[in-house]
């Protein structure tokens, strides 16, 4: 028998109604700039849409020119509704969204299923928003993919890794990062904090804490194996709430990062140091 994992925080987080739906998000691409970069991971925010779409979509745009390359999206984002030990599978054959049903990618999941850091847990997946709300997202940039949907709980940055490099792939493969930065703080005082995270991004430095960034885990593991294979951080957008439709009392931050094969020796050396 065949099983889905079905929206959790559709008519919530982002609208329920298919056109609705693609409207939005087709907005929010056309806000964000043009851009050469060609990403193989990508880290974005997960709040409601009307929140952080708008930063998210900065990330998305640039997937447009290589769609029909990708054929795989590792999706990694933390456990906001359920406590558990390791990096969770849903379980389940597909992911569904108002936009249509997104295949669980079986190759992709043989691949990790057997290392210890790895458990399937349905429960973990059900109300999880994280990488819900990043799958309309890919639906709509994206053509013909599969998806590995991995929650994020107790983990260290060396097991996000160990999944990361079993799944890394070539130009078919897209790894995304759901996290949004920090949490109600004043505005100015989280403008500042982001703006520190956003070094350590950029920078390479696995050493995010989870007041920097709710997805600290997953972001620490994708920053180990970027430097590993030699990647480079580019920010695309850094903003919160209180720039978007929140009051500037206590905000959420946001960023958006774009991560590229870096070809020259100079980058190399940079981030071998």
């Keep these: 028998m065949f099983t889905k994992r079905l929206p959790a925080v559709a ?6 109604d298919c056109q609705v739906l693609g409207d939005e998000i087709n907005r929010y691409l056309g806000l964000a700039s043009d851009s050469e970069l060609i990403p193989k991971a990508l880290i974005v925010p997960h709040a409601g849409y009307i929140y952080s779409g708008v930063i998210a979509a900065t990330g998305y745009r640039l997937l447009r020119s290589i769609a029909t390359r990708i054929r795989r999206v590792v999706l990694l984002g933390p456990a906001h509704r359920v406590a558990f030990r390791g990096l969770a599978l849903p ?3 597909s992911f569904v969204t108002p936009l249509g049903q997104v295949d ?18 349905t429960q973990a ?35 996000v890794a160990e999944v990361l490099n079993c799944v890394w792939g070539g130009e078919e493969t897209l790894i995304v990062i759901s996290s949004d930065l920090t949490h109600y703080l004043p505005y100015e005082t989280a403008k500042s904090e982001d703006s520190k995270t956003a070094l350590s991004i950029l920078q ?45 009392h206590q905000v959420v931050g946001y960023g958006a990062f774009a991560f590229t094969e870096s070809h020259s020796p100079q980058e190399r050396r940079q981030y071998a140091t």
């Design 204 to 248: 390479l430095r696995p050493q995010i804490n989870h007041e920097q960034a709710c997805g600290a885990t997953p972001i620490n593991g994708l920053l180990a194996v970027a430097r590993q294979h030699h990647l480079t951080a580019h920010l695309l957008d850094l903003r919160n709430s209180g720039d978007t439709a929140g009051s500037h």
């Design 104 to 121: 669980i990618d079986a190759d992709a999941v043989e691949r990790i299923k057997n290392l210890p850091q790895v458990i399937i847990n």
């Design 125 to 159: 997946h059900e109300p999880e928003h994280s990488l819900e709300v990043q799958v309309p997202f890919l639906q709509t940039t994206l053509t013909e993919f599969k998806l590995l949907p991995l929650v994020v709980g107790m983990a260290s940055t060396e097991e």
């Design 91 to 93: 379980g389940v054959d």
């Design 11 to 16: 008519g919530l987080f982002y609208p329920d």
